[in-house]
């Protein structure tokens, strides 16, 4: 019985049951691919070009209004001031259209947060949080923020 219940949890932990989840953007099984401008105030300041994928892996429901959908990211800068950056983080998500709303454009946002290691141009703890607002199921345009870097990033998301 202990190893049934191991081998659920463990399905469940990596996605393999993605009929359980919730109708959300970013659900378990989800690839998504990320590109944008960012501009930023910090260390080195300018513009840079930024690009990434998003993979969903599970999700936790916490009610029937808030299912949480958990996954992992990468990120790629190329800043003006030549240099590279790049990390991988542990990412959640929501979808506002959970709610139940019959406002539409309130169906459309989805709000998320990246927690993770920045290998490039240093090792160190990195994190971004952002919204995105979905055209249909697959084309998205986002907004988000880095918060150990000080910038701001305007981009567009696909869903494959």
Do not use: C
Request: hydrophobic share 45%; aromatic share 16%; glycine share 18%.
């Amino acid at each position: 019985m202990k190893r049934l219940i191991l081998v659920m949890l463990t399905l469940v932990a990596f996605g393999a049951l993605p009929a359980m989840a919730a109708d959300t953007y970013s659900k378990p099984g989800t690839l998504t691919a990320q590109a944008g401008l960012g501009l930023y105030w910090g260390l080195f300041g300018g513009f840079d070009l930024q690009g990434g994928v998003d993979y969903g892996i599970t999700q936790f429901d916490f009610a029937p209004v808030f299912p949480l959908d958990v996954g992992a990211s990468g990120r790629v800068g190329f800043g003006s001031w030549g240099g590279l950056a790049g990390g991988v983080y542990g990412t959640a998500h929501y979808s506002w259209k959970s709610l139940g709303t019959s406002f539409d454009w309130l169906n459309r946002l989805e709000s998320y947060i990246g927690i993770g290691v920045e290998v490039l141009p240093s090792l160190g703890l990195s994190s971004y949080s952002g919204s995105a607002y979905h055209f249909d199921n697959h084309l998205a345009a986002f907004l988000e923020y880095d918060a150990i870097g000080g910038g701001t990033v305007l981009g567009a998301s696909y869903k494959f």
